[in-house]
């Protein structure tokens, strides 16, 4: 199992993946970390439409070309809310990939339509859909981000302030 730190600074998001199913427990533990993971208020307001059915995957891919890598994931996790919370959700989309990632599992989010993609999986209208995830085994011969994400950081210093602004 991953030191958790070094999972957190190592995890890049990872788009091309091997045509290779997740297991069902690392699944589960995806899955679990996303039940776990807090909420302001404990309202719990995230609920996961988990999507492994390859031909529903591809026309979720057809929807946008910044999400076209998501019809070769092997699962896509859609982060659906009862009431809109960015926060809770992101919180919730960070330990998913995170939990993934300790299994040796890749990630990276993706931004689809949300109205067609509320058409395609039946969300019920008052529903919010905030992410999609997808998943999978990272394709080594293609895991270099695309150029227009270079992988760098601001360093620590320009971010961080001390006791004030
Ligand atoms: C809110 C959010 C939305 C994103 N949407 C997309 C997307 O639609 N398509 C995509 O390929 N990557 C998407 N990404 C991934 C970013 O490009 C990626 O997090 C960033 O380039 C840093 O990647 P790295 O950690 O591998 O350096 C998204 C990331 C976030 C946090």
């Known amino acids: 199992m991953m030191d958790t730190y070094r999972a957190v600074v190592d995890k890049r998001d990872q788009?091309?993946?091997?045509?290779k199913p997740v297991p069902d427990d690392a699944l589960r533990r995806m899955l679990?970390?996303?039940r776990m993971?807090?909420?302001s208020k404990n309202r719990e307001p995230n609920r996961l439409?988990?999507?492994r059915d390859p031909a529903r995957l591809r026309a979720m891919g057809a929807l946008s070309r910044f999400g076209a890598w998501i019809a070769d994931a092997a699962v896509a996790v859609v982060i659906?809310?009862?009431e809109r919370h960015e926060f809770?959700?992101?919180?919730c989309a960070q330990n998913m990939m995170l939990a993934a990632w300790s299994d040796g599992i890749g990630s990276c989010p993706a931004h689809l339509p949300e109205a067609e993609l509320a058409r395609l999986l039946g969300v019920p209208d008052g529903l919010h859909i905030n992410r999609?995830?997808?998943f999978g085994y990272i394709d080594p011969a293609r895991m270099a981000a695309p150029r227009s994400v270079a992988r760098t950081r601001l360093p620590l210093d320009q971010l961080v302030h001390w006791d004030a602004w």
Do not use: H, K, M
């Open 132 to 134: 999609v995830i997808g």
């Open 32 to 34: 679990q970390a996303a």
């Open 80 to 82: 659906v809310q009862t």
């Open 88 to 91: 809770d959700a992101g919180r």
């Open 37 to 39: 993971t807090g909420s």
């Open 15 to 19: 788009r091309a993946f091997l045509p």
């Open 49 to 51: 439409v988990v999507v």
